[in-house]
């Protein structure tokens, strides 16, 4: 079965603060693909980023960056430099063969002003 | 630019009527998904259908059933709705691809209170 554990509930950090927040997954199949999604107090989802099994490149988009490492089966998710518009709900979500796609509880961000 | 549309956003029910929530999206997408959010829970699979015609239990199927009417459209029905079903429902869309995985396009939810 697969699973996605976010075990960061809730973080609070200062504005301009550099915040990371963790996911770890598990799962039997040798290609998948991980994701994360931003869910705003307004409630909609907004897709982040995929990474597909095969490419562990770190990547860098503006202020966030993320980390993909299979030996620990982790896509970690870092914001620098946060902004108060960076609070929401993070989630992170795995892939399989199957089609289906599984999400972890979440990251509660509060970016204090 | 519509994507995905469901259909009520807010609907409040008694213990043990019937509901039907409707969810279409107009970007001609074959993988289609039913969640439901929770406080602490993230969001959990209810349903999945992979093309037309084509439906598969999620994590949480239990007091559900879906109908995948044609490509655009994917309901998901309430029997007997329980006070333990009240949540936000969430339908979803993407391309189906083994090679690629296509990220969701989601819809706004609705929210669903049962007395």
């Known amino acids: 079965a697969q699973k996605v554990t976010q075990a960061q509930t809730e973080i609070s950090v200062v504005e301009k603060e550099d915040v990371t927040l963790d996911c770890v997954y598990e799962?039997?199949?040798?290609?998948?693909?991980l994701f994360w999604y931003k869910q705003p107090p307004s409630g909609e989802l907004v897709f982040l980023i995929r990474r597909n099994s095969f490419d562990e490149q770190n990547e860098i988009s503006g202020r966030y960056s993320w980390n993909f490492q299979k030996s620990t089966s982790s896509f970690n998710f870092t914001i620098t430099a946060s902004q108060v518009v960076d609070s929401a709900v993070y989630f992170c979500?795995?892939?399989?063969?199957?089609?289906?796609?599984?999400f972890g509880k979440g990251t509660r961000l509060h970016i204090l002003p | 630019n519509a994507g995905v549309t469901q259909t009520p956003k807010f609907q409040v029910l008694k213990t043990g009527q019937s509901m039907t929530l409707q969810c279409a999206q107009d970007?001609?997408?074959?993988?289609m998904y039913w969640y439901r959010q929770d406080p602490g829970m993230g969001l959990r699979l209810i349903y999945y259908s992979a093309s037309e015609g084509t439906t598969d239990k999620g994590e949480v199927p239990n007091g559900y059933n879906v109908s995948r009417l044609n490509k655009r459209e994917f309901s998901l029905r309430l029997e007997s709705a329980a006070p333990s079903q009240t949540s936000v429902y969430f339908c979803a869309s993407s391309e189906y691809s083994r090679t690629i995985g296509q990220p969701q396009h989601f819809g706004d939810g609705t929210r669903l209170s049962i007395l």
């Open positions: 979500a795995l892939k399989g063969r199957d089609d289906k796609i599984i």
């Open positions: 970007m001609n997408h074959n993988s």
């Open positions: 799962t039997r199949d040798t290609t998948y693909y």
